[in-house]
């Protein structure tokens, strides 16, 4: 029960559960009437060898029509799209790695 406490306890401050076991949090700030900036930090906190175990960005949206969680969605995205790029053929080799053993090790 005390995972469960602190995932909601994570999630109420705001950050999402993203791929690859990291989390991440976007924040918006809007600057005059004309443009809206929208910054992220992602951690990953099995990335102990990197040389820094976050990842970080922003993005900035000029006068739209899109809704703020129009936005949010799309720097979601954008979040999962970084993890993927950065980490997804290792993770996904891993995978395929880990289930070969598996089934050397049954037969």
């Known amino acids: 029960m005390a995972g469960n406490d602190a995932r909601d306890l ?7 559960a993203l791929p690859y076991g990291c989390v991440g949090i976007a924040r918006r700030k809007r600057i ?9 930090l992602i951690l990953v906190p099995w ?5 820094k175990p976050w990842i970080d960005g922003t993005k900035a949206y000029g006068l739209t029509l899109t809704t703020e969680e129009e936005q949010r969605t799309d720097i979601l995205q954008t979040m999962r799209d970084i993890l993927d790029e950065r980490y997804g053929e290792s993770v996904g080799q891993r995978s395929v790695d880990d289930f070969l053993r598996k089934l050397e090790d049954e037969v």
Request: hydrophobic share 40%.
């Open 32 to 40: 005059g009437d004309e443009q809206t900036i929208w910054s992220w």
């Open 47 to 51: 990335a102990v060898n990197d040389s």
């Open 10 to 16: 994570v999630s109420s401050m705001g950050w999402e």
